[in-house]
């Protein structure tokens, strides 16, 4: 059965410090993507990233970074120097390959950046 | 302007109402999905498109139809709207390649209202 696990309900942490969120996920495929969103105040949703099952290297866009560990089955997100814009709720996401009908998102972690 | 919009950002409407949700999207992309959110939760698909005359079911297809009159529109209907579907709607796009690099982009969103 595939499931998302995304432990941390609610985060706070105060702005300019590192922040990770973690994402932990349940599979039997061999090949499957992995997802981040982010989904701010306003509503809207924002695609983060997209990650192939083959693919483990490690991801960085900015201040964002992206740790796949396929051994520990995570897709850890880390915000580094965060800013109050940063605050949202984010998503991780699992789809298997063939199966393009259904993805399975976590519960989402909200994170509060306080100025 | 907005690359994927949605009309109307806003709905309410009546159980048994038929009505329809637009999507246009101006990124040239073959896919194009619908989404809802139920509060508090990740997305779930409904229905996909991977071009004009491809139309598939997402996981909870049922109680939808779609309709993609062009490549750039892809529409969703509730023929007979219940008080479960009240939800956050967002339509998507795609731009999936042959190498397996997405990058998804997501509508505003249309919240509906079913009394």
């Known amino acids: 059965a595939q499931k998302v696990t995304q432990a941390q309900t609610e985060i706070s942490v105060v702005e300019k410090e590192d922040v990770t969120l973690d994402c932990v996920y349940e599979?039997?495929?061999?090949?499957?993507?992995l997802f981040w969103y982010k989904q701010p105040p306003s509503g809207e949703l924002v695609f983060l990233i997209r990650?192939?099952?083959?693919?483990?290297q490690n991801e960085i866009s900015g201040r964002y970074s992206w740790n796949f560990q396929k051994s520990t089955s995570s897709f850890n997100f880390t915000i580094t120097a965060s800013q109050v814009v940063d605050s949202a709720v984010y998503f991780c996401?699992?789809?298997?390959?063939?199966?393009?009908?259904?993805?399975?998102f976590g519960k989402g972690t909200r994170l509060h950046i306080l100025p | 302007d907005a690359d994927v919009t949605q009309t109307p950002r806003n709905r309410i409407t009546k159980t048994g109402k038929r009505i329809m949700l637009e999507c246009s999207q101006t990124k040239g992309h073959d896919r194009m999905y619908w989404y809802r959110q139920d509060p508090g939760l990740g997305l779930r698909l409904i229905y996909y498109s991977f071009d004009v005359k491809d139309i598939n079911k997402g996981e909870i297809s049922d109680g939808y139809s779609v309709s993609r009159q062009a490549q750039a529109k892809f529409s969703l209907s509730l023929e007979s709207a219940i008080p479960n579907q009240t939800a956050l709607y967002f339509c998507a796009t795609s731009d999936l390649t042959g190498v397996g690099q997405e990058t998804q982009y997501f509508g505003p969103g249309t919240r509906l209202l079913v009394l």
């Open positions: 599979t039997r495929d061999t090949t499957y993507y």
């Open positions: 996401a699992l789809s298997e390959a063939g199966r393009d009908d259904k993805i399975i």
């Open positions: 990650r192939n099952s083959f693919d483990e």
